[in-house]
């Protein structure tokens, strides 16, 4: 749980070629980068997780993304995800990663999605996508129990600003790892950015 909070920063790996997806870990890890979520649309993700989960293992938790039915989520936890997410509210995913002691982020959109996540045991709501951090602000005044994780729009100038909405950690996708710069297999690029993005989560906790 710590590595997941601490700095806070999970980057979604959606890579079209498996072979990014070993250095695109090391980057990002390099970066100070504690959580790597890879995503089930990326090709071969379950030997892409397996390898990434015992590759890192002493340096970060490798957790499963896209998950999208509860035969998905066993077969991630299978390969060794520390964690598992989807972009949407399923609750059956939430009960097969529970009974396996894994840590489960359900998807929601709407007030009630995420009312419905945290009550079917969901450790974290992922909103997904984010219309803006005022959105979140709005939720969670009725909805202050809920531990949310935005996923889609955080970029270094907005993560201050979800932050202060109360966001316990952030998903980064494109605005991290794009497929620019996994095409350009500009690792050293992935690298500074994630230092930018721990750099401005460290920086906004330090002044709370």
């Not at 700095?7 to 980068?33: K, N, S, W």
């Amino acid at each position: 749980m710590d590595r997941l909070l601490n700095p806070g920063i999970i980057p979604v790996i959606r890579a079209d070629d498996a072979a990014h997806v070993p250095p695109v870990c090391e980057a990002l890890v390099a970066g100070g980068v504690t959580a790597l979520e890879i995503t089930m649309t990326t090709p071969n993700a379950l030997d892409c997780i397996r390898q990434a989960s015992r590759q890192f293992a002493s340096r970060a938790i490798t957790g499963a993304g896209s998950v999208t039915s509860a035969e998905m989520c066993r077969a991630t936890i299978e390969a060794g995800a520390a964690f598992v997410v989807t972009p949407i509210m399923r609750p059956e995913i939430a009960q097969v990663a529970k009974a396996a002691g894994r840590v489960v982020v359900l998807g929601a959109f709407t007030p009630t999605e995420a009312q419905l996540a945290w009550e079917a045991g969901a450790d974290f709501v992922k909103i997904f996508p984010v219309i803006s951090p005022g959105y979140i602000k709005a939720l969670r005044g009725p909805l202050p129990h809920l531990k949310i994780i935005p996923t889609s729009g955080v970029t270094l100038e907005t993560a201050p600003e979800f932050l202060a909405m109360g966001c316990v950690a952030l998903g980064v996708g494109s605005n991290l790892v794009s497929p620019k710069l996994l095409r350009q297999q500009n690792w050293a690029e992935i690298t500074r950015l994630a230092k930018e993005f721990v750099a401005v989560v460290r920086k906004f906790k330090a002044a709370e």
